[in-house]
């Protein structure tokens, strides 16, 4: 199925059949659920399967939003503790939230394409939930989501026109279907608009070390340093400097390994320090012969 066709055909369902969902089926969709996007890939998210039909019985009598008996619900849990180690406050209150819902989109879209039914749910009794379930402290549940073959196809919700959602460059200004194509205009940049694209981005870069987290700092510095060195034609090309071109090369093959190998973007880091420092013994020792 067509992922369109899926975003649009899936349909929250609330009433489903008895036949319990196959084991593949179910891996299948957790396997769709992990590949979602997640800040910083810290991929907080543990997924509790629910199939025992006490607990699933018990689940609905503490989720005033939990409609329907279906053979299978999904509960998302986020791990807030690990989440705020490795990802300060930014990470733990709202990339969480982000994250398992991103997770949760995936759920329901893999399910419908594989013929099942889903409905998110948010109206339950935290304390409940993690109760029943044995979700320990520094783990929250963040959404449920509830699975089975429909029993019925649900009418589409109405959904507010794209024109009253979309708006075009600026919030509020009309956003026209077929216009959307920009002109095409290329900004002339001097060196100190350079240098001064540089400074914001060093402010908010600070200010993002305050709730980002923490080794975005040192990612963040890492890209400052090949931004400078891109500088262009100020007080001579920094960029026609060959050691400073590849030292450039060399961070912008490198930085993101903060996404996903934090050991190689500390091996990186050690290794731009080495090269500088090289080279710095090369350029300032030399010349004392
Ligand atoms: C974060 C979130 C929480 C939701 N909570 C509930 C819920 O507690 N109970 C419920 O029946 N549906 C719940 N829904 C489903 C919405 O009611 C449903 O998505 C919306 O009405 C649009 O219908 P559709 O999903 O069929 O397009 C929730 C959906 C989301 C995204």
Known sequence: MDVIEAIKGRRSVR?????????ELIERILDAARWAPTGGNIQPWRFVVVKDKILLALLKKVSPGYLGDAPLAIVICSE???????????AKDYLTIADCSMAAANITLAAHALGLGTCVVKSFS????????NIPSGVEPELIV??????????PPPRE????????????????????????????????????ELILFLATSAQGCLNEPPLYGPFRLLDAISRLIDLPDYGGSLAQDPFLKELKNFIDSRKFLVMYDVEGFKRAIDEVVMRLTNEAKNRYLKSQG
């Open 161 to 196: 026109p794209l024109e009253k959602v979309t708006y075009l460059n600026r919030y509020g200004e009309n956003f026209q279907k077929w216009e959307v194509e920009t002109m095409e205009k290329k900004v002339e940049q001097t060196g100190n608009d350079y240098i001064f």
């Open 15 to 23: 009433r489903y059949k008895e036949d319990p969902v196959p084991g």
């Open 146 to 155: 509830v699975v089975g073959y429909p029993a019925n196809t649900p009418k």
């Open 126 to 133: 935290h304390n409940a939930v993690k109760e029943l379930l």
């Open 80 to 90: 807030k503790e690990r989440s705020y180690r490795v990802g300060g406050p930014l």
